[in-house]
């Protein structure tokens, strides 16, 4: 861990904390926006991803004129391919998985992919936050075994694709400057593989668009993406890639409570506790370190 993140995590009050509880909440929102969408076929799949990204491009790129007119856009081509990926295959596995297994599966994908990233690059890898990393994993499979049924392995592949392309979207933002100019710059970026995607829909007529899911289709684009992985890019350039990992471990069990009371999933004891198990793995690895 660097020098400087030891200093963040080590302050009374982190200044990322709430940042980071706002956007780990937006990326279980995204979750059951996308779940409510598609469970009923209110809107199919790719009309869902070209709404979702083209609506979050319209609003960062609003928000920027509106407070900084002169701000120029940030971001790269692999970040917007990176948030292509993963919103797309992001929608495509949902269509057979539930909200809290469809998270489960992709945020446990982000999790290895941005601890082996990190590791590779040499990031020191301190013990509790292994142990808080492993304590909440544990919770993670609790939620699935025993006495749940395995989710399709076909759209559990694509959704662990989609942590990856995810992972390494979160990866991205560790350099960047401006996390606002930057995400509104891979969104902007993102737009030409939609077009591509849209026309080829359009082509094969496969094409579904209600009121209801266009609605959350945009509510998904503006708010849980839009707003969200802005206020993401500028937490992870705080945090350490292990922290950054661990923290979004506890997306899954937000997004499992949120099908519970606004899906309809049912809920359960192994629910709760695996709801405890993971939340507190994820404090302890998040704890700051009392200098001795």
């Not at 701000?71 to 057979?96: I, N």
């Not at 076909?154 to 400057?177: D, E, F, I, N, R």
């Not at 509510?219 to 950054?244: F, H």
């Amino acid at each position: 861990m660097s020098a400087r993140t030891t200093a963040i995590a080590g302050q009374g009050n982190n200044p990322w904390l709430w940042p980071a509880l706002f956007s780990l909440v937006a990326f279980a929102a995204n979750s059951i926006f996308c779940r409510l969408a598609l469970r009923d076929g209110a809107i199919d799949a790719e009309s869902f991803t070209v709404v979702r990204l083209a609506s979050g491009a319209a609003f960062l790129l609003m928000l920027i004129r509106l407070r900084k007119p002169g701000m120029v856009l940030g971001g790269s081509w692999k970040g917007g391919l990176a948030l292509y990926l993963y919103a797309y295959l992001f929608s495509v596995a949902y269509l057979q998985l539930g909200a809290g297994v469809g998270a489960l599966v992709l945020f446990g994908a982000v999790q290895i992919t941005m601890f082996a990233v990190a590791w590779l690059r040499g990031e020191r890898l301190s013990a509790r936050t292994l142990l808080g990393m492993l304590i909440a994993f544990a919770g993670l499979v609790l939620l699935l075994l025993p006495g749940a049924e395995a989710p399709p392995l076909l759209s559990a592949l694509v959704m662990a694709a989609s942590g990856v392309a995810w992972g390494a979207y979160s990866l991205l933002g560790k350099g960047s400057p401006n996390p606002l100019a930057d995400t509104a710059g891979n969104f902007v970026r993102s737009l030409p593989l939609l077009l591509v995607l849209g026309v080829a829909m359009l082509a094969l007529a496969r094409t579904h668009v209600s009121p209801a899911g266009l609605l959350y289709a945009l509510a998904s684009g503006v708010l849980a993406s839009g707003a969200g992985y802005a206020v993401w890019y500028g937490v992870v350039k705080q945090v350490s890639a292990q922290q950054a990992a661990t923290m979004q471990l506890s997306v899954p069990v937000i997004a499992a409570l949120g099908g519970v009371v606004l899906i309809g999933e049912p809920m359960s004891l192994r629910l709760l506790l695996a709801s405890l198990v993971v939340l507190g793995g994820v404090a302890l690895a998040l704890l700051p370190v009392r200098p001795r």
